[in-house]
């Protein structure tokens, strides 16, 4: 990974940073802990940043993550999986499984490697990330860049799980000539160490890709990704940027194929108003700006499947009142990758004890009990 050495080298690191942060003594220590190592981390380019803070993590899981701390349970079953909590890790941020016991450690239920291709690639040329920082924001046109499924999917197999589940999510290479095949090949080969798969049919840098979301094309990847999975669950992961007969589509193709659940969703192509000077910059925006569309995405998918489908909530969630009232709009689980950026490694913790605590002042004993409700 280009960054790695020279990001890492004597700089206080996402992992580490988390275990200075968790050892301070005061609140006040761990809050100036904290702002340090966000600085540190914030004054580097955004994907020297990203480089830095995986291979931290990756670094503190190989030590098994001193001083994790526990965390509070609100074990969930959804696809037949059991989840300790519902806040999952989104597909992007360890796209080669290089630090799941570390990200497990940081309390997320799930963590979601990938998108892996069949072949390594570069993905698209740098500079490819960006922070909107006035805008809580990322734009991003990485272009699926990762070492590979072999690797990826060998590193997953041999990470500590920490008794949390992991999911696969596969893409198609850039330049393959038949890309459901290679969805195939990527279902095929995360099934057997995955707790479950994510066919990922909605980055906008893979040009065309988004197609494969509609009619046919959608069928015939589904039905040929059912039959390479075994009895691994296969969740879909769809882009928020759809008209009201695509969604439609997508959930009777769903349904009629048994798809496990439905992840709502990535990154969009839209531009609602943005403050920051890279808010013209080409890719896919996520974050605070995302967080209106995917909620009204989230909705749609509920009442286009009617409950039949579990679904996944991902966009613009940085809190436990937000992960709530996506729970409450229908989603069963819910997934986070842009807040990390701005409120650092303790957010997944920060949002389970959030929810526990609504849940408590609501009378909720279960996630299931506030799901749609
Ligand atoms: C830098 C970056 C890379 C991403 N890469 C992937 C990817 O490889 N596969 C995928 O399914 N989603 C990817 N995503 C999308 C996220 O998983 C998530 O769906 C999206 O960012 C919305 O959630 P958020 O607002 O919490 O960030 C990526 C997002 C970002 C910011």
């Known amino acids: 990974m280009d960054g790695f050495d020279t990001a890492t080298g004597g700089f206080l690191q996402w992992g580490a940073g ?36 995986i291979a931290a993590l990756g670094r503190w899981g190989a030590l098994g993550a001193p001083f994790a701390g526990a965390m509070p349970r609100l074990p969930t079953r959804v696809a037949g999986i059991d989840f300790p909590n519902p806040v999952g890790l989104a597909a992007g941020l360890d796209k080669d499984a290089r630090a799941v016991a570390g990200l497990f450690a ?31 924001a990322v734009i991003n046109r990485m272009g699926f860049n990762n070492g590979g499924q ?15 589940v992991l999911g696969i999510n596969v893409g198609a ?20 160490v995955a707790d479950y798969v994510t066919i990922n049919v909605s980055s906008p840098n893979t040009p065309g890709l988004r197609d494969l ?5 959608l069928a015939d990847l589904l039905a040929r990704c059912a039959a390479a999975k075994s009895a691994t669950p296969l ?14 589509g997508i959930a009777r193709a769903a349904i009629d194929r048994g798809v496990d659940a439905l992840i709502v969703g990535n990154t969009t192509i839209s531009r609602p108003p943005l403050a920051s000077r890279h808010a013209g910059e080409i890719g896919g925006l996520s974050g605070a700006p995302l967080r209106s569309l995917a909620a009204e995405r ?39 990758y842009s807040a990390l950026v701005y409120e650092g490694p303790g957010l997944a913790r920060r ?23």
Do not use: W
């Open 18 to 53: 988390a275990c200075l942060i968790r050892r301070a003594r005061s609140a006040k220590t761990r809050f100036m802990a904290s702002l340090r190592f966000h600085r540190a981390l914030h004054a580097l380019d955004a994907e020297r940043a990203h480089h830095a803070a």
């Open 106 to 136: 940081l309390g997320f239920g799930a963590v979601e490697v990938g998108t892996l291709t069949p072949l390594p690639q570069p993905g698209n040329p740098k500079p490819r990330l960006f922070r909107l920082a006035e805008d809580r």
């Open 150 to 164: 072999a690797a990826g999917i060998a590193r997953a197999a041999a990470a500590d799980r920490r008794g949390g």
């Open 173 to 192: 290479n850039n330049d393959a000539a038949d890309r459901v095949a290679d969805y195939v090949a990527g279902v095929a080969a995360a099934a057997p």
């Open 213 to 217: 979301q509609e009619g046919p094309a």
């Open 235 to 248: 969740f879909l992961k769809v882009a928020p940027d759809l008209t009201p007969a695509q969604i439609d």
């Open 298 to 336: 989230l909705r749609d998918f509920r009442v286009a499947t009617g409950g039949a489908v579990p679904l996944v909530a991902v966009g613009g969630i940085d809190s436990g009142v937000e992960a709530y009232a996506r729970l409450r709009a229908g989603a069963s689980l819910v997934q986070v």
């Open 351 to 373: 949002i389970v004890h959030e929810l526990a605590a609504l849940m408590a002042r609501d009378g909720a004993t279960s996630v299931s009990e506030v799901v749609g409700r």
